[in-house]
């Protein structure tokens, strides 16, 4: 999974054209995990990841003067796998994290600028039961794929609104080559946060 991250960074980087334009930017955001889905024939999981949930973190992206950029995308969604009615609650605490290493396509640099990203990275789950019987730490491929546009007031601040999907990549056991297949459990998010460009 490493070298795959660090492939996409390294293509990402030399697509990039090399011009003093080249300008990081940092975005903080909030927002929500949402239309979470699962293979799992199982309804009481379903109610579980059912709703929407809120999730924050931030995303450092390097863009240069023409259409090419990379992104690192963090994300944290806390009591994700908790449900939203008043019933009895077995699970003590829960939440999913996701670390993604993005290629981006943008419009020109610009105080608007539209954009759509893709990569791949981590997406880890956590699920504590109240009698520690039933507990899950996992770390898992994972694929994701959005569209956003960021929009700056000044030289250095503006607002960044973005929706993407995530997907979590299982290893298939048919043979004994190490081959990748969609997961069972996917998401989307939206978010909305304060980019400063520097």
Request: charged share 25%; glycine share 12%; with cysteine.
């Amino acid at each position: 999974m490493k070298r795959l991250i660090l492939t996409l960074a390294t293509a990402a980087l030399c697509l990039a054209p090399s011009t003093a334009s080249a300008e990081w930017i940092l975005t903080p955001f909030i927002g929500a995990s949402f239309a979470a889905g699962s293979d799992v024939d199982d309804e009481e999981f379903d109610d579980l990841i059912d709703g929407s949930k809120m999730t924050y973190g931030g995303t450092l992206t390097w863009v240069g003067g023409g259409v090419f950029g990379f992104e690192v995308d963090f994300g944290y969604s806390p009591e994700f796998f908790e449900g939203d009615d008043d019933d009895v609650d077995f699970i003590d605490s829960s939440n999913y994290s996701s670390l993604m290493a993005n290629v981006v396509l943008s419009a020109p640099q610009g105080a608007f600028r539209p954009y759509g990203s893709a990569g791949v990275g981590l997406l880890n789950t956590s699920i504590d039961d109240v009698d520690d019987i039933f507990d899950v730490d996992r770390n898992a491929l994972g694929v994701n794929a959005g569209a956003g546009v960021m929009a700056f007031f000044t030289d250095r601040v503006g607002i960044r609104g973005d929706v993407r999907y995530f997907r979590q990549m299982s290893e298939s056991d048919e043979d004994d080559e190490v081959d990748f297949d969609l997961g069972a459990f996917s998401f989307w998010r939206g978010t909305v946060g304060v980019s400063f460009r520097f």
